[in-house]
DNA sequence: CGATTTTGACCGGCGC
DNA sequence: GCGCCGGTCAAAATCG
C-alpha cells in the first residue's frame, strides 16, 4: 500500500513590498526608514492531509461528519511494512528475520502508543463534555442577557429558543454535543441579508452581476469623476443610482442621533468598525478584496498619514478601510474597515470579510435591543473578550462602535511547521474554551496568533469557490491576512469541533442528520 | 492613454 | 460663531 505523501493546504500569506503602489511609504513620512524586511513566506498549517482526503474531508457546510478526519497520527502506516513481511514469499534469511524480529518489537511499541492515545481519548472526551457543558452555560447566560435587552426583537426568536433547546439538554436535537455555531451564522446571515437589502433596495440599483468585475467597478469609478461631488452637495434630486450608495452613506452619517428605530439596527451595521492591529512591514495587508486610494490624510497625534481606501470590487460596495501605522510603533498596522460588502467575494476576501461582519454583528446583538445608547456602551464596555483582553476588545468610547483585534501581543509565528495533533494546550485552558463558545472566529485567531495550536486538517472547502489557477495573492506573504483568513473562516472554526469531535471519537453513531453546521453558508 | 495615486481644497460634525 | 479635525472629493501628477 503506498501512502500518498501528504498533500497540504498552503495560505498565501500576503506582504504588499515596498514597490507595491498602495505603499504608504511612497509617501515621505516620518515613518520612513523604519521600515523592515517584509517577510514572504507559504504557511503549512495542514501537512496531514492527503488526496483522498477530498472524498473525505468534513463535509463544514452540511454537518459534522467526523469521518475518517485525520488525526495525524499516521494510524493507517504503522502495520504496512509488518503486512508485508506477513505475506512475504518465503525466501527468509537471517536479515529478514531479524527485521522480523524487529518489526515484532515495533509493533508492541506501536501498540503500547495506541493504547496510549486511548486513554489520551478519553481525556480528551472528558474534557469534551465539560467543554460542551460550560458551552451551553456561556450560551444560555449570554441568551438571557440579550433577551433583557431586546425585549422582543424578532431576531431573536427561533435562534435563542433553539438555543435555549439544545443546551437544556446538553445535546443537540439529533443528540449530538451541541457544536458553537450560532454565532458563526449570525454574522453571515445578517450580513447576507444586508447584502440583500442593498442589492433590492433602489440605491443598490446595480446588481452584483452588472458590476461584479474590476473593470466594471473601474468603469464605474471613473464614471463618477464626473460631478458627483456637486451632485451630492447640490440637490438630492435627480441622482443617479450610481451616486445614491454615496448619498446614503452621507445620510447615515448626517442622520439625525434622535432617529432611531428599525433603521438602527442597519446604521449602526454600517458604522461598526472592526480594526486589526498586526505588526507588519507591508503598507497594506492584502484581505483579498481590490481597493482604491481615494486620501490620504495626516491624522492628529499620529506622525505616519492615514490612508483611505474604497472597496472597488462592486461599484455601490459601500466597504471602505483605513490604513495607518501605530503612532507608537510604526512598525505596527493598523488597519480599520467599516462596512458590508453587498458583492460576491473572492474566496481570499471571503475571510476578512466575514470576521467584518461577525464583528459588526456582534456589536449589533448588544446594540439592537435599546434604544437608548448608554445602554449600548455599557454592554460593549464590558464586552472585552474572554480570551484576551489585549487581544481583541469592544470599544464605545470611539465615535463608532470598534472591535479590536490586536495581534501585535503574540506576533504571528511564520514559521512552517508539520502538523502533529491538536496542540498541547488546546482545550484544557477554562478561558480559551470559554471564548471559543462565545466568539469562535476571534478564538482560532488567538490560537493561531499564540502559535498554541498548530494542527489540525482545514477542509479545502476553506474557500468553497477557490479556483485552482486563481493566482494567490502574488509571491509575498502577509502574516496578517493569514492570521485573518483563519481567524475568520468559520470553516476553521468547524474544522476545530470537528477534529476534536473526530478525534475523541464520541459523535458518530448518535445520529448525523440534526446538528448540521451552515457555518459556511452564503 | 487609461488607470491609479497624490494632494490641496472642501465639507460637516463637534467642542469651546 | 469659530476653529479643529476627520473624511471625502477631484484635478493634477504619475504609472504601466
Not at 461582519?357 to 473578550?385: D, H, P, Y
Not at 462602535?401 to 490586536?406: A, E, G, I, K, N
Not at 482560532?444 to 482545514?458: R, V
Request: proline residues 7%.
Amino acid at each position: 500500500m503506498d501512502i500518498q505523501p501528504p498533500t497540504t493546504i498552503r495560505f498565501p500569506l500576503l506582504f504588499d513590498d515596498a514597490n507595491d503602489p498602495h505603499d504608504l511609504d511612497r509617501t515621505p513620512s516620518p515613518c520612513d526608514g523604519k521600515r523592515v524586511v517584509a517577510v514572504g513566506e507559504m504557511m503549512d498549517f495542514f501537512s496531514v492531509k492527503n488526496d483522498s482526503d477530498a472524498k473525505e474531508e468534513i463535509d463544514l457546510s452540511t454537518g459534522l461528519e467526523p469521518v475518517n478526519v485525520k488525526t495525524g497520527l499516521n494510524l493507517l502506516t504503522w502495520n504496512t511494512s509488518s503486512d508485508q513481511s506477513m505475506v512475504d514469499d518465503g525466501v527468509s534469511s537471517d536479515v529478514e528475520e531479524k527485521r522480523d524480529m524487529s518489526e515484532v518489537e515495533r509493533m508492541a511499541i506501536l501498540r503500547a502508543e495506541v493504547e496510549r492515545m486511548g486513554s489520551e481519548n478519553q481525556r480528551l472526551r472528558d474534557m469534551l463534555s465539560k467543554t460542551s457543558a460550560d458551552y451551553c452555560a456561556l450560551q444560555t447566560h449570554m441568551v438571557t442577557f440579550m433577551q433583557e435587552h431586546k425585549q422582543g426583537n424578532p431576531e431573536d426568536g427561533p435562534e435563542s429558543s433553539s438555543i435555549r433547546r439544545q443546551c437544556n439538554d446538553g445535546k443537540a436535537e439529533n443528540g449530538k454535543p451541541l457544536i458553537p455555531r450560532q454565532f458563526m451564522e449570525l454574522g453571515l446571515a445578517i450580513a447576507g441579508r444586508e447584502a440583500e437589502d442593498h442589492l433590492s433596495s433602489p440605491s443598490g440599483g446595480r446588481s452584483s452581476d452588472q458590476l461584479g468585475s474590476p473593470v466594471k467597478a473601474r468603469e464605474y469609478w471613473g464614471s463618477r469623476k464626473i460631478g458627483t461631488r456637486k451632485i451630492s452637495r447640490s440637490s438630492d434630486k435627480n441622482q443617479s443610482p450610481d451616486q445614491e450608495w454615496l448619498l446614503n452613506n452621507k445620510a447615515t452619517r448626517l442622520r439625525s442621533p434622535s432617529k432611531r428605530g428599525a433603521d438602527q439596527t442597519e446604521s449602526v451595521m454600517r458604522k461598526a468598525r472592526v480594526s486589526v492591529r498586526a505588526q507588519s512591514a507591508a503598507a497594506m495587508i492584502t484581505d483579498g478584496c481590490q481597493w482604491r486610494k481615494y486620501g490620504q490624510k495626516m491624522a492628529k497625534g499620529n506622525p505616519c498619514p492615514r490612508a483611505y481606501y474604497r472597496c472597488t470590487m462592486a461599484a455601490s460596495c459601500p466597504v471602505r478601510k483605513q490604513v495607518q501605522r501605530c503612532a507608537e510603533d510604526s512598525s505596527v498596522l493598523i488597519t480599520t474597515y467599516e462596512g458590508q460588502h453587498n458583492h460576491p467575494l473572492p474566496p481570499a476576501a471571503m475571510a476578512m470579510a466575514s470576521t467584518t461582519s461577525s464583528a459588526a454583528q456582534m456589536l449589533l446583538s448588544g446594540s439592537t435591543s435599546s434604544s437608548n445608547r448608554t445602554t449600548n456602551a455599557n454592554f460593549l464596555s464590558r464586552a472585552t473578550l474572554p480570551c484576551s483582553s489585549s487581544m481583541a476588545t469592544l470599544s464605545a468610547s470611539s465615535p463608532f462602535p470598534t472591535v479590536t483585534l490586536d495581534l501585535t501581543q503574540n506576533p504571528v509565528n511564520l514559521q512552517s511547521r508539520p502538523f502533529p495533533s491538536l496542540g498541547p494546550n488546546f482545550s484544557n485552558h477554562p478561558k480559551a474554551t470559554a471564548a471559543a463558545a462565545m466568539f469562535p472566529r476571534l478564538f482560532s485567531q488567538a490560537m493561531h496568533s499564540q502559535s498554541k495550536f498548530s494542527g489540525l486538517q482545514m477542509s479545502k472547502d476553506i474557500s468553497p469557490h477557490s479556483q485552482p489557477d486563481e493566482p494567490q495573492q502574488g509571491t509575498h506573504n502577509d502574516s496578517t491576512s493569514a492570521t485573518a483568513a483563519i481567524a475568520a473562516n468559520p470553516n476553521f472554526t468547524a474544522a476545530l469541533v470537528a477534529a476534536i469531535s473526530s478525534i475523541m471519537g464520541g459523535l458518530q453513531e448518535s445520529g448525523r442528520n440534526g446538528c448540521q453546521n451552515t457555518a459556511n453558508e452564503g
